[in-house]
C-alpha cells in the first residue's frame, strides 16, 4: 500500500540445458509424493541464503517466504534445518517465512501444531497459504496457530467479477484481524486489484503487478 518492497517469496524454476524450463506443476508434485521435497527445500534454501544475504543482512525488515509441504510436517527435521541454515545469519529467523499451503491435507494436526509452535520460538513467522482453496475449513487454520493468512489467486482474479468474492476477502480480513495475523494476497495483477484490496484494509500483496517472478539477481537490483 505504501508501495515499500516487504520481500519476496521464493519460486523454484527447473531449467533444461537446452534453456526450455519445467513447469513446477510438472515436478512439484513428484517431488512431494517421493520425498525428494526435503532435499530440495534445504538446498533451496542454502541457496537463497547465499544469493540474497548480504542484502537482507543490511535491511533486517525484508522478508523471505519459504513453501513446505506436508511432507516437512512429518518429522522435526524442518526444525533442525531452519536452525541450521538460518541460525547464524546473514538471513536472520526473524526474516523467514514459511509458508504451508491449505491444498493438500495434513495428516497430524497435533503434531503439526506442535511443529509450528517450535519453529515461532526459533523467530519465524509461519503462514497459511492458498487460503480459501483446501477442504480443511477455517476452524481447522485456526487451530494452526499461524502468524499470516495468504488470500488464494482465485479470489484476487474474481474481484470486480464476481460479487461473493469480494465478500470471501472481507471475511477473511475481518478474521486475520479479530485473530491477530496479518494478511496477504496473492496473485495481484491489476491496478483496479489493489485499490480493491487497499479500501478493504489489506495492507500486503503479491503479484505481476508489482513485479513478475524474477531470477536472484533481478530480485536484488529491484532492492538496490
Ligand atoms: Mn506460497
Known amino acids: ?9 521464493v519460486l523454484i524454476r527447473w531449467r533444461k540445458p537446452d534453456g526450455s524450463t519445467v513447469s513446477p506443476a510438472a515436478f512439484i508434485p513428484l517431488a512431494e509424493s517421493s520425498g525428494i521435497i526435503l532435499d530440495m527445500t ?49 538471513v536472520r529467523l526473524s ?13 497430524n494436526l497435533a503434531e503439526t501444531r506442535q511443529l509450528i509452535a ?61 485473530m491477530r495475523m496479518d494478511i496477504v494476497a496473492e496473485g495481484v495483477e491489476t491496478f483496479e486489484q489493489v485499490v480493491c484490496l487497499r479500501d478493504r484494509g489489506i495492507r500486503a500483496a503479491q503479484g505481476f503487478v508489482f513485479a513478475p517472478a524474477l531470477p536472484g539477481s533481478s530480485f536484488l537490483q529491484l532492492i538496490e
Not at 500500500?1 to 517469496?9: C, I, K, P, Q, T
Not at 523471505?64 to 536452525?83: E, K, M, T
Not at 502468524?147 to 470471501?168: C, E, L, N, P, V
Open 1 to 9: 500500500v505504501s508501495g515499500r518492497l516487504r520481500g519476496a517469496e
Open 42 to 90: 534445504r538446498a533451496l534454501m542454502r541457496r537463497v541464503c547465499k544469493e540474497i544475504g548480504p542484502a537482507f543482512d543490511a535491511r533486517p525488515h525484508l522478508k523471505i517466504c519459504f513453501n513446505l509441504a506436508a511432507r516437512h510436517f512429518q518429522d522435526d527435521g524442518i526444525v533442525r534445518d531452519i536452525r541450521a541454515i538460518f541460525g547464524n545469519g546473514p
Open 95 to 107: 526474516q523467514v517465512v514459511l509458508e504451508l499451503t491449505e491444498r493438500q491435507p495434513l495428516e
Open 118 to 178: 517450535t519453529l515461532q520460538e526459533l523467530g519465524v513467522r509461519m503462514a497459511i497459504d492458498d487460503v480459501g482453496t483446501g477442504h480443511s475449513g477455517l476452524s481447522h487454520i485456526l487451530k494452526l496457530g499461524v502468524d499470516i493468512i495468504k488470500i488464494d489467486k482465485m479470489f484476487i482474479d474474481a474481484i470486480g467479477i464476481d460479487r461473493s468474492s469480494t465478500a470471501i476477502i472481507e471475511t477473511l480480513v475481518d478474521l486475520a484481524h479479530n
